[in-house]
């Protein structure tokens, strides 16, 4: 059959497969956000990963920050706060702090160690952040249970404009400061207990100012102008709604960067002021999620759409990786959050043994914790095991990250029924689309070609499957219309030439 009739066959196949199914067709229409990075903190594992064999470590720096594995855009490396006060080893990292006058910048070795590799695999973006001042700038003189000392401001300032030149003078450039974690929350002792398990430290909403104005200060004299700062990772969008107007305005000419964090789960309505408020009230300065993790379904859900709710449980499985998209794809379109960054990179928290258990890494539990993309054993010290585990989370992450280079345009798309869909035009040139079907049931994805042009690679990730690659070319595609039928509880990214 001549290529022109064989053409002409699908043509016509096509328009009865469209026009029968009924399945519109999702288009492109105005911009939206400029994306500023997909990444992950450095917040305590490194205290142990570094205790692993060098060949564990250099696979664990791969895996993170390669453009060959997850290739994170950004990473949160935590400037230690001494770890005083912390009863729990492996989130007490050390402080580079000494005096006013002197600093060890050989302290944290572990935490240097990843930045370290972070800036070897060259890292588009680094923040530096602290979720608590050393101990003598605190009212506990500890690095949690305390507030940062209204008298030490400017000292932290210089302390922490002096990390990023230290940093700098070794060839590794932070973009960002971030010099509160979590501000309403000093991280005390749960009652009945005399020491804390994290490091924290409260600023209150009227004192936020201040503080960003003194880093903003410090940094430009250190020469720093180009090193921007982000405040204030408020924990929860309720906190956030209520004192946004205390620290916003008086910030807002130090900052480039408001960013929140939601551990209450929002709902869509709030999710969306609270992206108007801070733009409003900064005179429109990106939102940026900055921490996520530890969630569930609501009452324990299995639909990966539904509400979300703050809790335990261990879920290495495409429901929790579902669960994540979904939160992210929510955090773009209705926040519009320019980036998003998920807690720990690695964690222990398996809730169960692996070196005793084969079924443990793969099965979901309710003894662990979801905040982890890569765990490893809590028992290492003891039983030797370092070997690590990926969850569906590092592969799902990775789609966001691949196709949401620094710089990416997002583009809204006409919705599809079937579909959660972002667009992003690229700054290399082309477009990336990424497909959630949170659905049980497999769908048709059918896209409008006339801007995206054609499909040149596409990846998949299923309950069956990690970051397969599709064949495009056996994708079918009509006229105008790219079409593609995409699994059931499946993440798909596709990439179009432009
Ligand atoms: C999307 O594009 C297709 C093909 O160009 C067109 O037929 C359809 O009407 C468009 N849909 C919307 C919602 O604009
Ligand atoms: C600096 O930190 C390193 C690593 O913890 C430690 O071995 C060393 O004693 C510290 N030096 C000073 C002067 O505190
Ligand atoms: C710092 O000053 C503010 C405003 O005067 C006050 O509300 C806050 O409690 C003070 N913080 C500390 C830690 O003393
Ligand atoms: C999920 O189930 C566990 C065990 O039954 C329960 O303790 C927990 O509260 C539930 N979590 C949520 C968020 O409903
Ligand atoms: C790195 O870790 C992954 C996940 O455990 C494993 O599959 C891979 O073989 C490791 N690579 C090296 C070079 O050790």
């Given at each position: 059959?001549?290529?022109?009739?064989?053409?002409?066959?699908?043509?016509?196949?096509?328009e009865?497969?469209?026009?029968?199914?009924?399945?519109?067709?999702?288009?492109?229409?105005?911009?939206?956000?400029?994306?500023?990075?997909?990444?992950?903190?450095?917040?305590?594992?490194?205290?142990?990963?570094?205790?692993?064999?060098?060949?564990?470590?250099?696979?664990?720096?791969?895996?993170?920050?390669?453009?060959d594995?997850?290739?994170?855009?950004?990473?949160?490396?935590?400037?230690?706060?001494?770890g005083?006060?912390?009863?729990?080893?492996?989130?007490?990292?050390?402080?580079?702090?000494?005096?006013?006058?002197?600093?060890?910048?050989?302290?944290?070795?572990?935490?240097?160690?990843?930045l370290?590799?972070?800036?070897?695999?060259s890292?588009?973006?680094?923040?530096?952040?602290?979720?608590?001042?050393?101990?003598?700038?605190?009212?506990?003189?500890?690095?949690?249970?305390?507030?940062?000392?209204?008298?030490?401001i400017?000292?932290?300032?210089?302390?922490?404009?002096?990390?990023?030149?230290y940093?700098?003078?070794?060839?590794?450039?932070?973009?960002?400061?971030?010099?509160?974690?979590?501000?309403?929350?000093?991280?005390?002792?749960?009652?009945?207990?005399?020491?804390?398990?994290?490091?924290?430290?409260?600023?209150v909403?009227?004192?936020?100012?201040?503080?960003?104005?003194?880093?903003?200060?410090?940094?430009?004299?250190?020469?720093?102008?180009?090193?921007l700062?982000?405040?204030?990772?408020t924990?929860t969008?309720?906190?956030?709604?209520?004192?946004?107007?205390?620290?916003?305005?008086?910030?807002?000419?130090?900052?480039?960067?408001?960013?929140?964090?939601?551990?209450?789960?929002?709902?869509?309505?709030?999710?969306?002021?609270?992206?108007?408020?801070?733009?409003?009230?900064?005179?429109?300065?990106?939102?940026?999620?900055?921490?996520?993790?530890?969630?569930?379904?609501?009452?324990?859900?299995?639909?990966?759409a539904s509400?979300?709710?703050?809790g335990?449980?261990?879920?290495?499985?495409?429901?929790?990786?579902?669960?994540?998209?979904?939160?992210?794809?929510?955090?773009?379109?209705?926040?519009?959050?320019?980036?998003?960054?998920?807690?720990?990179?690695?964690s222990?928290?398996?809730?169960?043994?692996?070196?005793?258990?084969?079924?443990?890494?793969?099965?979901?539990?309710?003894?662990?914790?979801?905040?982890?993309?890569?765990?490893?054993?809590?028992?290492?010290?003891?039983?030797?095991?370092?070997?690590i585990?990926?969850?569906?989370?590092?592969?799902?992450?990775?789609?966001?990250?691949?196709?949401?280079?620094?710089?990416?345009?997002?583009?809204?798309?006409?919705?599809?029924?079937?579909?959660?869909?972002?667009?992003?035009?690229?700054?290399?040139?082309?477009?990336?689309?990424?497909?959630?079907?949170l659905?049980?049931?497999?769908?048709?994805?059918?896209?409008?070609?006339?801007?995206?042009?054609?499909?040149?690679?596409a990846?998949q990730?299923?309950?069956?499957?990690?970051?397969?690659?599709?064949?495009?070319?056996?994708?079918?595609?009509?006229?105008?219309?790219?079409?593609?039928v995409l699994?059931?509880?499946?993440?798909?990214?596709?990439?179009?030439?432009?």
């Open positions: 059959m001549p290529a022109s009739i064989s053409q002409l066959a699908i043509g016509l196949l096509c009865v497969f469209l026009w029968q199914s009924g399945v519109p067709i999702a288009n492109l229409t105005q911009p939206a956000q400029t994306m500023q990075g997909i990444g992950a903190s450095g917040a305590w594992w490194p205290l142990d990963l570094y205790n692993y064999p060098d060949a564990v470590r250099q696979n664990v720096s791969y895996l993170l920050f390669s453009s594995a997850l290739g994170l855009t950004s990473y949160r490396y935590n400037v230690g706060g001494g005083v006060g912390v009863g729990v080893p492996s989130r007490a990292p050390e402080t580079t702090y000494i005096s006013t006058t002197s600093s060890n910048y050989s302290a944290d070795p572990q935490g240097s160690y990843f370290h590799a972070a800036a070897q695999y890292v588009p973006q680094l923040t530096v952040f602290v979720n608590s001042a050393p101990p003598s700038f605190t009212t506990s003189q500890a690095s949690c249970a305390g507030a940062l000392l209204n008298s030490s400017p000292l932290f300032g210089t302390y922490l404009a002096g990390v990023v030149q940093w700098a003078s070794q060839g590794i450039h932070f973009a960002y400061v971030s010099p509160m974690n979590e501000p309403d929350n000093g991280f005390p002792p749960a009652s009945g207990s005399l020491s804390c398990t994290q490091e924290g430290m409260v600023v909403p009227s004192v936020r100012p201040t503080v960003v104005q003194s880093i903003r200060a410090a940094l430009d004299a250190a020469g720093l102008q180009s090193v700062v982000q405040a204030d990772e924990s969008q309720v906190q956030f709604a209520v004192e946004a107007d205390l620290w916003i305005p008086g910030a807002a000419g130090s900052i480039a960067v408001i960013s929140h964090h939601d551990y209450l789960f929002a709902a869509d309505t709030a999710l969306q002021a609270m992206g108007d408020q801070g733009r409003y009230l900064s005179g429109g300065k990106q939102m940026w999620f900055t921490e996520i993790c530890c969630f569930v379904g609501a009452e324990n859900s299995t639909d990966p509400a979300l709710a703050y335990q449980g261990y879920d290495p499985t495409m429901l929790s990786a579902l669960q994540m998209a979904n939160l992210i794809y929510r955090s773009f379109t209705l926040t519009g959050d320019a980036h998003f960054d998920w807690w720990v990179a690695l222990s928290e398996m809730g169960c043994s692996p070196a005793s258990d084969p079924a443990c890494a793969t099965t979901s539990n309710t003894q662990g914790w979801n905040d982890g993309l890569i765990y490893y054993d809590a028992s290492y010290a003891s039983n030797g095991n370092t070997a585990y990926l969850t569906k989370r590092y592969f799902v992450l990775k789609h966001f990250a691949h196709a949401i280079p620094l710089g990416a345009v997002r583009y809204v798309l006409t919705p599809l029924p079937a579909f959660r869909l972002l667009a992003f035009s690229l700054p290399s040139g082309g477009w990336s689309v990424i497909a959630l079907n659905e049980p049931d497999q769908a048709l994805l059918a896209l409008d070609t006339l801007q995206l042009g054609t499909a040149t690679q990846y990730t299923t309950q069956d499957e990690d970051w397969e690659t599709l064949r495009v070319q056996n994708a079918l595609s009509c006229g105008t219309v790219f079409q593609m699994p059931g509880s499946s993440v798909t990214s596709i990439y179009f030439s432009g």
